[in-house]
T-cell receptor, first 115, second 114 residues
Framework: KAGVTQTPRYLIKTRGQQVTLSCSPI?????VSWYQQTPGQGLQFLFE???????NKGNFPGRFSGRQFSNSRSEMNVSTLELGDSALYLC??????????????FGQGTRLTVV | SQKIEQNSEALNIQEGKTATLTCNYT??????LQWYRQDPGRGPVFLLL?????KEKRKERLKVTFDTTLKQSLFHITASQPADSATYLC?????????????FGKGTKLSVKP
């Protein structure tokens, strides 16, 4: 079956702009989580969506937001970009999420560079 | 606050040897622990999950132990091969019922030399 698809793979934006990233989970998966990965901080959780509802949220400013559609596809948006937002943004999907799952399936990520 | 430490940023070993990676945590009582492999430019790939009531899990050349008293997990790769070279991440989860409760370590970059 098809894996998790993230688009675009690479993105260059200017400070102050906003950006939208997309994630298509594995068919049948209802949970989609977003992570930010940087060399200094590692993988940090942004938020999780389950059946179109945000179920959990990490410690990121309100400039980071997301949503999930009825087909489980998810988008995340970052407004007023800062240089520090440069990172690899990863999306992970799972059937239910939490301890009832055995694994999360990650996409290849979107490499965002803010200049 | 919750903290996860993976013993070293990098580990270099010779082909055929056993690689042992360590994941320590504090201020946390995880329900389960996962190990992932990440290659450059790619997303993490799930390897193993071990729950708090399990001491050891094996999968082919991989073995994971989980000691909730020591607050530590050990990840072993036996008969290591150059193809095992990658960054390995540990992640902890709790009973919050949400994938969002996964907390990741920063990873250990393993290099297996022929």
């Amino acid at each position: 079956k098809a894996g998790v698809t993230q688009t675009p793979r690479y993105l260059i934006k200017t400070r102050g702009q906003q950006v939208t990233l997309s994630c298509s989970p594995i068919s049948g998966h209802r949970s989609v989580s977003w992570y930010q990965q940087t060399p200094g901080q590692g993988l940090q959780f942004l938020f999780e969506y389950f059946s179109e509802t945000q179920r959990n949220k990490g410690n990121f400013p309100g400039r980071f937001s997301g949503r999930q559609f009825s087909n489980s596809r998810s988008e995340m948006n970052v407004s007023t970009l800062e240089l520090g937002d440069s990172a690899l943004y990863l999306c992970a999907s799972s059937f239910l999420g939490g301890v009832r799952n055995t694994e999360a399936f990650f996409g290849q990520g979107t490499r965002l560079t803010v200049v | 606050s919750q903290k996860i430490e993976q013993n070293s940023e990098a580990l270099n070993i010779q082909e055929g040897k056993t690689a042992t990676l360590t994941c320590n945590y504090t201020n946390y009582s995880p329900a389960y622990l996962q190990w992932y492999r990440q290659d450059p430019g790619r997303g993490p790939v799930f390897l193993l999950l071990i729950r708090e009531n399990e001491k050891e899990k094996r999968k082919e050349r991989l073995k994971v132990t989980f000691d909730t008293t020591l607050k530590q997990s050990l990840f072993h790769i036996t008969a290591s091969q150059p193809a095992d070279s990658a960054t390995y991440l540990c992640a902890l989860g709790d009973y919050g019922g949400s994938q969002g409760n996964l907390i990741f370590g920063k990873g250990t970059k393993l290099s297996v030399k022929p």
